[in-house]
């Protein structure tokens, strides 16, 4: 090979890569402008109907209920929130953050109580076998900032979280000690 072709190969290959590294940029940068144009406030203004409330403004006042219904699910939207909560106050606990672990129990609380709001009929195995006996009892073991009688508690409650998704024909769920973590809280 002599010099002019391998200075030809190297010009050719140095360009191809500078072209294909401008097209990616552009495309990257087309992609970045679509996504901000289609939140942009002007882009609002241009489709009325997103200025006007979006989605649950354009429903007439008779589908709304639905809507919302559909929108907040049944039960297993607040299992969900709950699962999440548990874990969080377990490792709380664990960690020893216990205001922590006592701020996740109490929202624990506060999304059973939302989705039995919306599912009253869950209300009778909840009662009897989680917030009338297990459930508070873990708090107070929060409260005492006892890390052996939370684990003693908390299994407790895992047999009555199970008891109650089997009470509720959901025997398939079954509540085991949480073993990993879903948010980066930690106990400086």
Not at 79 to 96: C, I, L, T
Not at 168 to 186: C, D, L, M, S
Request: glycine share 10%; net charge positive.
């Amino acid at each position: 090979m002599t010099r002019l072709d391998y200075r030809s190969r190297s010009f050719v290959g140095i360009a191809v890569g500078a072209a294909l590294l401008a097209l990616g940029a552009a495309a990257g940068w087309e992609a970045v402008r679509a996504q901000g144009h289609g939140h942009s406030h002007s882009q609002h203004h241009a489709h009325g109907a997103m200025t006007q409330g979006g989605w649950y403004k354009r429903l007439g006042p008779d589908a709304r209920v639905a809507a919302l219904e559909r929108q907040l699910r049944g039960f297993e939207t607040a299992m969900a929130e709950v699962a999440y909560r548990y874990g969080e106050m377990y490792f709380g606990a664990v960690d020893g953050n216990w205001d922590y672990a006592a701020h996740m129990g109490e929202t624990l609380a506060t999304a059973l109580a939302a989705g039995l709001e919306r599912r009253p009929q869950h209300r009778k195995s909840a009662d009897a076998l989680f917030l009338k006996g297990p459930y508070p009892q873990v708090m107070e073991a929060i409260k005492a900032k006892d890390l052996a009688l939370f684990k003693q508690r908390i299994e407790t409650l895992r047999a009555a979280c199970t008891a109650c998704h089997t009470a509720e024909a959901h025997p398939f769920i079954k509540i085991g000690v949480p073993t990993v973590r879903r948010n980066p809280v930690v106990n400086d």
